[in-house]
T-cell receptor, first 113, second 114 residues
Framework: DSGVTQTPKHLITATGQRVTLRCSPRSGDLSVYWYQQSLDQGLQFLIQYYNGEERAKGNILERFSAQQFPDLHSELNLSSLELGDSALYFC????????????FGPGTRLTVL | AQSVTQLDSQVPVFEEAPVELRCNYSSSVSVYLFWYVQYPNQGLQLLLKYLSGSTLVKGINGFEAEFNKSQTSFHLRKPSVHISDTAEYFCAVKTGNQGGKLIFGQGTELSVKP
């Protein structure tokens, strides 16, 4: 158990819908990262937050957004869903230093029908 | 821009045999290197990491990796594998000047047969 929790574990929805994925980081970690794992793209970095502020952005679509709340949990919002958004979404947390290890949650599997 | 190449997408091996999973990276700056393992239907678990110092890094479950700067490689090895090592293994890199994002290779599926 990494100490990072993600809910829900599974999500099945239809095209055009909007969903919210939730992540709680390990105790003491201020930074949260979101990654997408799909068969064709592999594991890709989406976005990073540190203590409530966006710190880095990767290959995140404009239909996707995220935020980190004062209690440090984070939410990833996916809207106007397409079939291609079906993937495993991971949250990871760490302190901030480049040498810090990122600890990953169990992931949320999103299926768009 | 950094990139990571895992040279084998699948590695089948018999139980108790040695295994090497290959990883090459490209970066013009100093890097930090990681190996993660993903068991079926689970998240990513850190196996080991290279930050600085000794180029031979030991991790959990008997795995080790060697950082080779001249060859830009970070191959993962285990002298004797078990059935329970069957999983997907990911090599990842990050630098100190690009926040904390990890750049992953495409993964290597290790399949240990009895």
């Amino acid at each position: 158990d990494s100490g990072v929790t993600q809910t829900p574990k599974h999500l099945i929805t239809a095209t055009g819908q909007r969903v919210t994925l939730r992540c709680s980081p390990r105790s003491g970690d201020l930074s949260v990262y979101w990654y997408q794992q799909s068969l064709d793209q592999g594991l890709q970095f989406l976005i990073q937050y540190y203590n409530g502020e966006e710190r880095a952005k990767g290959n995140i679509l404009e239909r996707f957004s995220a935020q980190q709340f004062p209690d440090l949990h984070s939410e990833l919002n996916l809207s106007s869903l397409e079939l291609g958004d079906s993937a495993l979404y991971f949250c990871a947390s760490s302190m901030l230093l480049p040498t810090d290890t990122q600890y990953f949650g169990p992931g949320t599997r999103l299926t768009v029908l | 821009a950094q990139s990571v190449t895992q040279l084998d997408s699948q590695v089948p091996v018999f139980e108790e045999a040695p295994v090497e999973l290959r990883c090459n990276y490209s970066s013009s700056v100093s890097v930090y290197l990681f190996w993660y393992v993903q068991y079926p239907n689970q998240g990513l678990q850190l196996l080991l990491k290279y930050l600085s110092g000794s180029t031979l890094v030991k991790g959990i479950n008997g795995f080790e990796a060697e950082f080779n700067k001249s060859q830009t490689s970070f191959h993962l090895r285990k002298p004797s594998v078990h059935i329970s090592d069957t999983a997907e293994y990911f090599c990842a890199v990050k630098t100190g000047n690009q926040g904390g994002k990890l750049i992953f290779g495409q993964g290597t599926e290790l399949s240990v047969k009895p």
